[in-house]
């Protein structure tokens, strides 16, 4: 015990790892709710040293928690990864990240083009790239798993950008929110691309428009 902060941890921990003569999962989530008392929620499940202990724990709380919607989309994949296999892959401290679970259910878009092995290699590289340019190593927060990991493994695998040859859409500015100046230019520029037959020249030493002459229909009587 001699790592722990609070010995009913301890106690937790050795509940968990039992085996079949352990108590029911509702006791140790008891147990630990007591033993969390002026805990942050992080820092309580921190506490917790063995796999089975924080299993037990998480699942209770990804019940209480939005975390769980993540989750289910993660099994729903054409991965079908499981809550053991993501605390396996990546440590249940790191899955009870909001930002971190959610960047994992966002990839998991992209299940039917590039198998999860692939992906999970990609994530552990930008994680180790991240590790080595700072001094994180030399942290427990530093060494968790981080929503930016799992952003640089998706630029690595090309995944989540747009398709070629497709422009984005310009924004539209509404005309009355443009400057004085601005208005005036739009509006030259319209003039300038009407077709000229939409719009008669102006001779400017009469006054009058050059565009087609009408018969005055006096002048077709007095013929």
Known sequence: MENYENPSFAAIDELAAIGWRRPPASAIVDMWQTASDGYELKDSFGQLRSVEAQKIIFKFIVGERHLGRYLVRLEASRWSITIEELGNAFGYVSLLSTGFTRSLARISRWAAEVAWEVVLTAIRHARDARLDSTNARTTQSGRDWR???????????GLGRTKTGQKKRPTTVHHESRSPEARRAHHAS????????????????????????KRSPLRELLK
Do not use: C, F, W, Y
């Open 147 to 157: 929503p930016e990991d799992i952003t640089a493994a998706m630029k690595k695998l």
């Open 190 to 213: 319209s003039v300038k691309k009407t077709l000229p037959s939409q719009v008669p020249t102006l001779n400017r030493s009469r006054g009058h428009s050059q565009g087609p002459k």
